[in-house]
């Protein structure tokens, strides 16, 4: 378990190569991802519709982002969300490959 907050959790799935989102015990959204070595490139977010608007897709990808920095990882934003959230979100920025 990555996190988990208010019924929303979020977990590393690497059997799956996603972050997976839940809101009570049910998925909610996925953030995808392949990894060469040290570089993790962060390739497509999606949160299904009935859980759109609750800030979901910035939870998995904060999710992946720190868990790529707790490895000591590079990321490769492929995502057009993704690198959308790391423009937002400058503290992200040094681990752009």
């Not at 972050?19 to 390739?43: K, N």
């Not at 859980?51 to 990882?73: F, H, I, P, T």
């Amino acid at each position: 378990m990555t996190g988990a907050h208010d019924g929303v959790s979020v977990a590393d799935v690497p059997e799956r190569s996603r972050f997976e989102v839940s809101v009570d015990g049910q998925l909610a959204g996925f953030c995808e991802y392949t990894r060469d070595d040290a570089i993790v490139s962060l390739t497509h977010t999606e949160v299904f519709g009935d859980y759109a608007g609750r800030g979901l897709a910035g939870m998995l990808v904060a999710a992946a982002l720190d868990e790529a920095r707790r490895n000591g990882w590079l990321v490769r934003p492929v995502c057009p969300y993704v690198a959308a959230y790391i423009k937002r979100h400058a503290e992200y920025a040094d681990l752009v490959a």
